[in-house]
């Protein structure tokens, strides 16, 4: 009962930053307002034994700093540089803190979004942002029963949780670097409507899990592709457009509290990509009405899931040679 209340919870907040940023700021703001509300409830709620909101707004500046680097750096060199360093970061925080692992992941994608908008787009990410992420983080930290502790107790855990800095960790950063970056310049390189959907897919779907890597790998290429599937189907209904977007945000945002309770990653990525991937088609459609999902999206969903696959194997004979 209680996921089904934080599923409520979740699609209220979404509802809600969706009717402010609308009547604020226009569509454009709005739909990146929405993927604020998921982002900001994950990295809430990520850390489910305690609460700290200025913590919590630390790692969702995260996301504002992923999408101004992007949008500053554009595809030049800088961009490249900041996108190879940037898993290196991640390994050294995972599985320490989930909220900052949540947040880093979220940053390379951002960084990658902010690169491919222009100016008109980047004002409306930053404005839906905004307004998503505080609208969120308030109401999940006041319905919130869990202990509150300061953020010194936090910088602690932190410090004490985390491994010293190791041979395998940096080769494993390294491949985790090289496919997201070969993912990159694969999908760009073939010249892909919105190619973004690749390395964003690499980076939800592959986790630098110690057990079991090819596995959840596989699942949640596995999943993706099933949601990319379906959403292909459902935004080609031309005469139901934009009423079945709209209606499947709605659906994938209640169903991803309920998703986080079962242990089965192939229906926890089709809830999680579902909703990302709604709320990014939707942003596209508003601004082409004679936009129609592109079978180019699985073919990006492909690419990003064989990315993941081949270096998730490397990682995992890596690991058996250093038992």
Same mark, same amino acid.
């Given at each position: 009962?209680?996921?089904?209340?934080?599923? %409520? +919870?979740?699609?209220?907040?979404?509802?809600?930053?969706?009717?402010?940023?609308?009547?604020?700021?226009?569509?454009?703001?709005? =739909?990146?307002?929405?993927?604020?509300?998921?982002?900001?409830?994950? #990295? %809430?709620?990520?850390?489910?034994? +305690?609460? /700290?909101?200025?913590?919590?707004?630390?790692?969702? =500046?995260?996301?504002?700093?992923?999408?101004? @680097?992007?949008?500053?750096?554009?595809?030049? $060199? @800088?961009?490249?540089?900041?996108?190879?360093? $940037?898993?290196?970061?991640?390994?050294?925080?995972?599985? #320490?803190? $989930?909220?900052?692992?949540?947040?880093?992941? +979220?940053?390379?994608?951002?960084?990658?979004?902010?690169?491919?908008?222009?100016?008109?787009?980047?004002?409306?990410?930053?404005?839906?942002?905004?307004?998503?992420?505080?609208?969120?983080?308030?109401?999940?930290?006041?319905?919130?029963?869990?202990?509150?502790?300061? =953020?010194?107790?936090?910088?602690?855990?932190?410090?004490?949780?985390?491994?010293?800095?190791?041979? /395998?960790?940096?080769?494993?950063?390294?491949?985790?670097?090289?496919?997201?970056?070969?993912?990159?310049?694969?999908?760009?390189?073939?010249?892909?409507?919105?190619?973004?959907?690749?390395?964003?897919?690499?980076?939800?779907?592959?986790?630098?899990?110690?057990?079991?890597?090819?596995?959840?790998?596989?699942?949640?290429?596995?999943?993706?592709?099933?949601?990319?599937?379906?959403? +292909?189907?459902?935004?080609?209904?031309?005469?139901?457009?934009?009423?079945?977007?709209?209606?499947?945000?709605?659906?994938?945002?209640?169903?991803?509290?309920?998703?986080?309770?079962?242990?089965?990653?192939?229906?926890?990525?089709?809830?999680?990509?579902?909703?990302? @991937?709604?709320? #990014?088609?939707?942003?596209?459609?508003? /601004?082409?009405?004679?936009?129609? @999902?592109?079978?180019?999206?699985?073919?990006?969903?492909?690419?990003?899931?064989?990315?993941?696959?081949?270096?998730?194997?490397?990682?995992?004979?890596?690991?058996?040679?250093?038992?």
């Amino acid at each position: 009962m209680a996921k089904v209340a934080e599923s %409520f +919870y979740l699609t209220l907040c979404l509802v809600i930053s969706f009717i402010i940023t609308y009547y604020a700021a226009g569509i454009d703001a709005t =739909l990146w307002s929405s993927l604020s509300t998921l982002h900001g409830y994950t #990295i %809430f709620n990520k850390a489910n034994q +305690y609460k /700290n909101i200025i913590y919590s707004l630390l790692c969702s =500046l995260l996301v504002f700093l992923g999408s101004a @680097l992007g949008y500053l750096f554009g595809f030049d $060199s @800088l961009f490249f540089i900041v996108l190879f360093i $940037s898993p290196f970061v991640y390994y050294q925080f995972y599985n #320490i803190d $989930s909220s900052l692992d949540m947040s880093i992941k +979220y940053f390379m994608i951002f960084y990658i979004i902010g690169a491919t908008l222009n100016e008109s787009s980047f004002d409306g990410l930053v404005i839906g942002l905004l307004i998503g992420t505080t609208i969120t983080l308030a109401f999940c930290y006041a319905m919130s029963k869990r202990e509150e502790i300061t =953020l010194f107790q936090i910088k602690k855990y932190i410090t004490l949780k985390r491994d010293k800095l190791s041979y /395998n960790q940096l080769f494993q950063s390294f491949i985790y670097s090289l496919g997201l970056l070969l993912c990159v310049l694969t999908s760009r390189a073939i010249n892909l409507d919105h190619f973004f959907w690749a390395p964003l897919t690499y980076i939800f779907v592959l986790n630098p899990k110690l057990t079991n890597i090819i596995k959840l790998t596989r699942d949640r290429v596995i999943g993706t592709l099933v949601v990319v599937f379906l959403l +292909y189907f459902s935004f080609n209904l031309v005469e139901f457009m934009p009423y079945i977007g709209f209606a499947l945000i709605l659906i994938f945002a209640f169903l991803i509290p309920i998703s986080n309770t079962k242990k089965n990653n192939v229906f926890g990525t089709f809830c999680l990509t579902g909703l990302v @991937l709604s709320l #990014i088609e939707m942003s596209i459609f508003f /601004n082409n009405v004679d936009y129609h @999902l592109l079978p180019e999206r699985v073919m990006e969903t492909l690419i990003g899931g064989i990315f993941a696959i081949i270096c998730s194997y490397c990682i995992k004979l890596m690991m058996k040679k250093n038992k």
